[in-house]
C-alpha cells in the first residue's frame, strides 16, 4: 500500500537492502555483487517521487561506535586482524565421521591454531552440543542417513545465510558438491566472498550407490557438476579425482 508523505521503516539484514540497492539504481539481483557492503544494523534511506527512487543514505552506521562488532575488533588490535576469516561447508561433521568430515574437522582445527578467525557450517544433527573454540553453525536439515550416511542440509535457510553473513568471511570453503556449495553459493550473494570448492571423492559413485534409476542417477549428477562449475574456484585431492570431475561433464578449469 501506498503512504503519501511518510516514513515507512523497513527492518531486515544486509543482504535483502543490497537487492534492494540494485533495483534502486535499475539494476537486478544479478548486479549484486557489484554493490558495496552495508553492514548489518545500518541505515539504508531512500526517497520516492512519482515511483522514482532515490538513495539519501547507504550503510549509515556510525551510531554503532560504542559497539564491538567483529570487523571493530580486528580494528581494535584483535591478533588475528591480518588473517582472512574462512568459512568451511560441509554436509558432514561430527558426530558424523567420515573422511571428509575428518578433512574439515582438521581444517578448522589447525586454522583456528594458526591464528586464522575460521567457522564451520553443517547441517543440524538432534541432541549435539557443539564444543569447538570455533563457531559451528548448525542449519536446518532432514534425516537422509539411511540414503547417504549422513543428514541433508536446507541450503537455503535464511538463518543460516544472515550467520554466515555477519562472520564476514573473505572465503567460502566448501567441501561436499550438494548442499554445502548452494548454501555457499548463496552466502557469496550478501559477502561478496569467493566460494572455493575441493572434490574430495567420486561422488558419483554415491549417488548412483545410493539412488535407483538411471536417468534419475544421471540427472542429479548433471546438476551436481554445474553447482561445482558455478564456484570460483575448483581443487581436487588428486589428478585421478579430476579426471573423475572432468568424465561427469565438468567443462571447467581445477587445480
Not at 182 to 211: C, M, N, Q, S, W
Request: proline content about 7%; aromatic content about 8%.
Amino acid at each position: 500500500a501506498a503512504h503519501p508523505g511518510q516514513t515507512v521503516a523497513l527492518f531486515t539484514h544486509a543482504t535483502p537492502v543490497r537487492a534492494l540497492q540494485c533495483r534502486w539504481q535499475g539494476g537486478t539481483v544479478l548486479d549484486m555483487r557489484g554493490v558495496p557492503f552495508v553492514p548489518n544494523a545500518s541505515v539504508t534511506a531512500a526517497q520516492v517521487e512519482n515511483g522514482a527512487y532515490r538513495l539519501t543514505l547507504i550503510g549509515e552506521n556510525a551510531f554503532l561506535d560504542d559497539l564491538k562488532t567483529a570487523r571493530q575488533r580486528i580494528k581494535e588490535g584483535d591478533p588475528m586482524a591480518d588473517q582472512p576469516r574462512i568459512a568451511l561447508l560441509n554436509d558432514s561433521f561430527p558426530p558424523t565421521i567420515d573422511g571428509v568430515a575428518n578433512v574439515v574437522t582438521n581444517y578448522a582445527r589447525i586454522l583456528h591454531d594458526d591464528g586464522y578467525p575460521v567457522m564451520v557450517a553443517t547441517p543440524e544433527y538432534p541432541g549435539v552440543t557443539d564444543d569447538y573454540p570455533y563457531p559451528v553453525l548448525r542449519y536446518a536439515s532432514v534425516n537422509t542417513t539411511r540414503l547417504v550416511g549422513y543428514r541433508a542440509g536446507y541450503p537455503f535457510s535464511a538463518r543460516a545465510v544472515s550467520a554466515i553473513d555477519d562472520f564476514h568471511p573473505d572465503i567460502l570453503h566448501t567441501h561436499c558438491p550438494v548442499a554445502s556449495t548452494l548454501l555457499a553459493r548463496t552466502a557469496r550473494e550478501g559477502t561478496g566472498a569467493p566460494v572455493v570448492f575441493t572434490y574430495h571423492t567420486k561422488f558419483d559413485i554415491d549417488i548412483r550407490t545410493a539412488l535407483k534409476g538411471e536417468l534419475l542417477q544421471n540427472q542429479l549428477i548433471t546438476a551436481m557438476v554445474r553447482n561445482i562449475e558455478a564456484c570460483d574456484e575448483v581443487w581436487t585431492v588428486s589428478h585421478g579425482a579430476g579426471e573423475n570431475l572432468r568424465s561427469l561433464g565438468f567443462r571447467g578449469e581445477y587445480r
